[in-house]
T-cell receptor
């Protein structure tokens, strides 16, 4: 039972353009959502999060949007830079618990 | 802040052998987590500790797996009688208890990659 799904295994974007990564979830009890970034041979690194009481959170080039009715969240990166090339995981949790449920990941490649 | 440290980085073992991994969390973090990541998948929760108490175990954690955090600092994850299906990246993470209040989510180590031949 995959409660958090990232349906795009990979995404290729030109440098300077916007990257949009998508994530869908099925458990309506999830109330906290996060994005992690992972480089090869390293552990995931926290990027940005959003609580279910909000629909948008912004941090520099990164913005996360949450659509609770659609059970969908997205991460926007603008402008995209070569250093953004990595695997991006969305994750969710219930009731403030720190047990995170992760999606399968999307490999983002930024082309010069 | 030296980050979460995991040892070893890589482990190759033969089927049926026992292996043990170590995790040293960020020093002021009282919560410690173990996750497992297989190829093409996201990390999956295995277990977590609040100080020395193991508060939750996933059904993924079979009887061959045991985790300890004896003094509430470092933790070990042991796999007995390893099987080829145990081959994965084992990730450790730590956080303070009230991470949502302080917006301090899980901090992951670089993992231990286990290969069972």
């Amino acid at each position: 039972d995959q409660q958090v799904k990232q349906n795009s295994p990979s995404l290729s974007v030109q440098e300077g353009r916007i990257s949009i990564l998508n994530c869908d979830y099925t458990n309506s009890m999830f109330d906290y959502f996060l994005w992690y970034k992972k480089y090869p041979a390293e552990g995931p690194t926290f990027l940005i999060s959003i609580s279910s009481i909000k629909d948008k959170n912004e941090d520099g080039r990164f913005t996360v949007f949450l659509n609770k009715s659609a059970k969908h969240l997205s991460l926007h990166i603008v402008p995209s830079q070569p250093g953004d090339s990595a695997v991006y995981f969305c994750a969710a949790s219930v009731g403030g618990a720190q047990k995170l449920v992760f999606g399968q990941g999307t490999r983002l490649t930024i082309n010069p | 802040d030296t980050g979460v440290s995991q040892d070893p980085r890589h482990k190759i073992t033969k089927r049926g052998q026992n292996v043990t991994f170590r995790c040293d969390p960020i020093s002021e973090h009282n919560r410690l987590y173990w996750y497992r990541q297989t190829l093409g998948q996201g990390p999956e929760f295995l277990t977590y500790f609040q100080n020395e108490a193991q508060l939750e175990k996933s059904r993924l954690l079979s009887d061959r797996f045991s985790a300890e955090r004896p003094k509430g600092s470092f933790s070990t994850l042991e796999i007995q009688r390893t099987e080829q299906g145990d081959s994965a990246m084992y990730l450790c993470a730590s956080s303070p208890s009230l991470f949502r209040v302080y917006n301090s989510p899980l901090h992951f180590g670089n993992g231990t990659r286990l290969t069972v031949t």
